[in-house]
């Protein structure tokens, strides 16, 4: 059985919603021992590298600027080794009102996860959004899952239905 821990930023609640819905539907999945879910705002290295798997979540604020507690906490990121963990990123964008930037801060995130050694899991495509830019995209695919509770709140429930599963898969679970 798998533990997977799960690191979120949330300002206005947004976030650390979709971060327990996350929890909810990868442990009503076989295999998935527990979702031990944390604010990164109280996180530690040594708590976020006992995991094998992890779930970063990551609001983009403003001009694609980090959440405040992912900003805090984000120097640290680069003392970190995360060579042989598997790492599945979501994050929560508004398309419409910042179609420049539209889920940068989880595009941040991920670059810096790459350069410490991660393994990404859960790419998410990209096509049934509308938006000019984005520093979380790699060809036809976010980096994560990519969330608007702005334009798209109804998709949302059906998005971490399918992501859930979408990671279990690509974390070998």
């Known amino acids: 059985m798998a533990k997977i821990g799960l690191f979120y930023g949330s300002s206005t609640g947004n976030t650390e919603t979709a971060a327990f819905q996350i929890k909810e ?27 094998q798997y992890m779930i970063f979540g990551i609001p983009t604020w403003n001009t694609g600027e980090l959440q405040d ?9 680069s003392n970190m080794d995360f060579k042989g963990k598997k790492i599945a990123l979501f994050g929560l964008g508004d398309q419409n009102g910042y179609g420049f930037n539209f889920l940068d801060a989880m595009g941040v995130l991920g670059d810096e996860v790459l350069i410490q050694g991660g393994d990404l899991a859960g790419y998410w495509s990209k096509r049934t959004y509308d938006f000019a830019e984005s520093l979380a995209t790699d060809g036809d695919f976010f980096m994560g899952l990519g969330l608007d509770n702005d334009g798209q709140a109804d998709m949302t429930d059906a998005r971490i ?12 679970i």
């Open 25 to 51: 539907k990868l442990e009503a999945m076989e295999g998935i021992d527990a979702v031990e879910v944390h604010n990164i705002g109280a996180a530690d290295e040594a708590k976020i590298l006992s995991y």
């Open 69 to 77: 507690d992912w900003a805090i906490f984000f120097p640290k990121l």
């Open 161 to 172: 239905d399918k992501w859930a599963a979408w990671i279990k898969q690509d974390f070998g």
